[in-house]
Antibody, heavy 121, light 110 residues
């Protein structure tokens, strides 16, 4: 069955970095776009970034541009999110979510369980 | 990338119908049909319930339906059931090649 398993979260000091990973299985990873979405404790969903099926197109939320980098390795069925210059308001559960289309816009039809990033001194 | 506007809460009795609105602009909701809706129960990952404004994924109850008028999209849950109690989020693709979520609506079944 479909699986998306995030990892790499943890506690980091302000200004620090973390590399989040999302391991996919149960579907043809290389044919779908993938998103990162985050959710601060007790708050709503916030879209973070998207990468197309082939990795050629990458889009970011304005507040993440220049600090976060999305990438994927289709040979390893894995999605990544490099997070830099982290701030306390980046504290959230980070979800990877599969788009139903290759280039996005078809709805996020499957989500992982998330990995918690806590930015605190 | 301002969040789409949703009511903070909506409630209804079992069997009733409720509607959740999602208001954006002509740059997002009003500009195309890439609007989707998600259900999230406490402690769980979100689940897609509608995409392309009105389409239901396989396995989603026909009690969930969607519509759009101008810059406002709507999710209607008919025949409200206890299991429908959750947070609901709308989302839209935007003209600036990004996505945006609504602030979320807590649905309470009385």
């Amino acid at each position: 069955q479909l699986q998306l398993v995030e990892s790499g979260g943890g506690v980091v000091q302000p200004g620090g970095s973390l590399r989040l990973s999302c391991a996919a299985s149960g579907f043809t990873f290389s044919t779908y776009g993938i998103h990162w979405v985050r959710q601060a404790p007790g708050k709503g969903l916030e879209w973070v970034a998207f990468i197309s099926y082939d990795g050629r197109n990458k889009y970011y939320a304005d507040s993440m541009k220049g600090r976060f980098t999305i990438s994927r390795d289709n040979s390893e069925n894995t999605l990544y999110l490099e997070t830099n210059s982290l701030r306390p308001d980046d504290t959230a559960v980070y979800y990877c979510a599969k788009d139903a289309g290759a280039r996005g816009g078809y709805g996020l039809d499957f989500w992982g369980q998330g990995t918690l990033v806590t930015v605190s001194s | 990338q301002s969040a789409l506007t949703q009511p903070a809460s909506v409630s209804g009795s079992p069997g009733q119908s409720i509607t959740i609105s999602c208001t954006g602009t002509s740059s997002d909701v009003g500009g195309h049909h890439y609007v989707s809706w998600y259900q999230q129960h406490p402690g769980r990952a979100p689940k897609l319930v509608l995409f392309f404004v009105t389409k239901r994924p396989s396995g989603v109850s026909s009690r969930f339906s969607g519509s759009k008028s101008g810059d406002t999209a709507s999710l209607t849950i008919s025949g409200l059931q206890a299991e429908d109690e959750a947070h609901y989020y709308c989302s839209s693709y935007t003209r600036s090649t990004s996505w945006v979520f609504g602030g979320g609506t807590k649905v309470t079944v009385l």
